[in-house]
């Protein structure tokens, strides 16, 4: 059963910061993984997907990189703004021919101005 | 194109009630998925429907159901409501299911008292 951890659970920093949010997953044998960002009490956002076949993939001030055989993925966010506050959830998608997303309880930033 | 859109946005239900949920896929999306978010368990998957049939499922008890209508919109039941169903219910939405990125509407509030 996949199980995923997001440390840490939450980060306050100032505005301009860059900072790095750590997931790990325990099955390896995942198809992709997503990045998901949740505003308070609203849907789930989708960020960035990268294939298990690549290592990362960036999009704006947004990197986030896979390694795969160890069962970590990072999301670096560069030149944090307020606007970035939000809960950002690292979602891996495996189980053979039938996927599902297994969700972590997700990283809680808060970006000061 | 509309994003997923969920209806009722909030509700208030007591105790031994049952409650029906509704959302409408992005238009040409057949994959509808539910997901149970609390604080202590985080997000849950529910279940996913693809083409009127549901195609995978979560570990929920019977009390949780649902279905899909031709058009893809999809309606999920909860009969016999008990306090720990108070949670927010998001549905997401993609052409074909996981592992493809998924399309999160902004949820149902649930409070059961």
């Known amino acids: 059963k996949q199980e995923v951890t997001q440390i840490p659970a939450a980060l306050s920093v100032p505005e301009g910061e860059n900072l790095v949010l750590n997931c790990s997953f325990t099955d390896s044998a995942i198809y992709n993984l997503q990045w998901f960002r949740q505003d308070p009490g609203k849907g789930l956002t989708s960020l960035l997907l990268i294939q298990s076949s690549q290592r990362e993939q960036t999009s704006g001030r947004l990197n986030a990189s896979l390694d795969k055989s160890s069962g970590r993925s990072t999301l670096y966010i560069a030149a944090s703004q307020p606007g970035d506050s939000a809960t950002y959830l690292c979602?891996?998608?495996?189980?053979?021919?039938?996927?599902?997303?297994?969700f972590g309880k997700g990283t809680l930033l808060t970006v000061n101005p | 194109k509309a994003g997923v859109t969920q209806t009722p946005r909030y509700l208030i239900k007591t105790r031994g009630q049952q409650v029906t949920l509704s959302c409408s896929p992005i238009s040409g999306h057949r994959s509808v998925s539910w997901y149970q978010q609390t604080p202590g368990q985080g997000l849950q998957f529910l279940f996913e429907?693809?083409?009127?049939?549901?195609?995978n499922k979560g570990n929920f008890p019977g009390r949780f159901s649902g279905r899909q209508f031709s058009n893809s919109r999809s309606e999920m039941n909860v009969s016999t409501l008990e306090l720990g169903d108070s949670a927010l219910y998001l549905c997401a939405s993609s052409f074909s299911g996981a592992p493809e990125t998924q399309y999160f509407g902004p949820g149902t509030r649930l409070l059961v008292l």
């Open positions: 979602v891996p998608s495996s189980g053979g021919s039938n996927y599902k997303l297994t």
């Open positions: 429907y693809f083409s009127e049939t549901q195609r």
